[in-house]
């Protein structure tokens, strides 16, 4: 048996919009330690093989729950049909669920937001080319979502390579996909050779949004189980022929 968490629940215990925060007061300076990613302070930090930073910009992080980010076809349950009523078998009572969203029947996974706010264009730290990007995030809100001046100097200056392996305590961090611009790169840039006498970098626009499918665990597993369930289902099938046929008795 498969038990899920819903990665809902990220959102929905975190998210300052909800109800599990704003059983807190703001004002309390312990209201930091009930949010371990909704409304921190970040970094993101773009370096070379070698750890060098070229390039980094402070903003902060959020959990976005009104967007459904595509999970590809692995996460697809298919299109369900399901009987609306009791009643004889018919177009009126059994209809296509989600049909007017047009949305594939899989998971929701809400989405993790940096949001880099007015500053998102910073200088070029250093000369070379980008082959890693970090989003550092501190959880303990010590430093700031706005200057960066305010982060340690070895996190963002460049003046020596970043460890990330030695991140202040509470600081925490994320490995992201960086490349090329039109990719599906979690950062993408329009020229990964940086130099800091001719670019300053400025991200396409002023949010970052991460889809975190592993939050299910092994889908693979779970779909197979709620497949199955569904398929044991009397009112529900994957077309209006399925469900009929599930109602229809045997011809002895």
């Known amino acids: 048996m498969t038990l899920m968490v819903h990665p809902a629940a990220f959102y929905e215990s975190e998210s300052l919009l909800q109800h599990s925060q704003k059983s807190y007061s703001r004002t309390d300076p312990n209201d930091k330690y009930m949010r371990y990613l909704e409304e ?15 390039h980094s910009i402070v903003g902060k992080t959020s959990w976005k ?20 009523k009791t009643g004889a078998a018919s177009a009126a009572v059994i209809y296509q669920l989600d049909h007017q ?8 996974v809400p989405l993790l937001v940096f949001d880099t706010q007015r500053a998102y264009s910073e200088e070029v730290r250093n000369a070379g080319t980008v082959a890693k ?7 303990y809100e010590h430093y700031s979502s706005e200057d960066i001046t305010l982060w340690p100097d070895e996190l963002w200056q ?27 790169n979690a950062v993408f840039l329009s020229d990964l050779h940086l130099d800091p006498n ?19 665990g092994d889908w693979s597993d779970a779909k197979a189980q709620m497949m199955a369930i569904i398929a044991d289902f009397p009112y529900v099938g994957h077309s209006y022929d399925e469900v009929v046929a599930k109602e229809t008795p045997p011809v002895v």
Not at 40 to 54: E, H, N, R, S
Not at 133 to 139: C, E, H, N, T
Not at 198 to 216: G, S
């Open 40 to 54: 921190k302070p970040a970094l993101l930090v773009l370096t070379d093989d070698q750890g060098t930073i070229l």
């Open 65 to 84: 729950g009104n967007v459904f980010p595509p999970l590809g076809e692995e996460f697809d349950l298919g299109q369900l049909y399901a009987r609306q």
């Open 101 to 108: 969203n047009k949305r594939p029947m899989t998971p929701y």
């Open 133 to 139: 990007a970090y989003l550092v995030v501190d959880k």
């Open 158 to 184: 460049g003046q020596a390579p970043l460890d990330i392996n030695s991140l202040p305590e509470g600081v925490s961090y994320l490995m992201v996909s960086t490349g090329a611009s039109h990719s599906d």
């Open 198 to 216: 001719t670019h300053i970098i400025r991200l396409v626009n002023d949010q970052m949004a991460l889809c975190f499918p592993n939050l299910i």
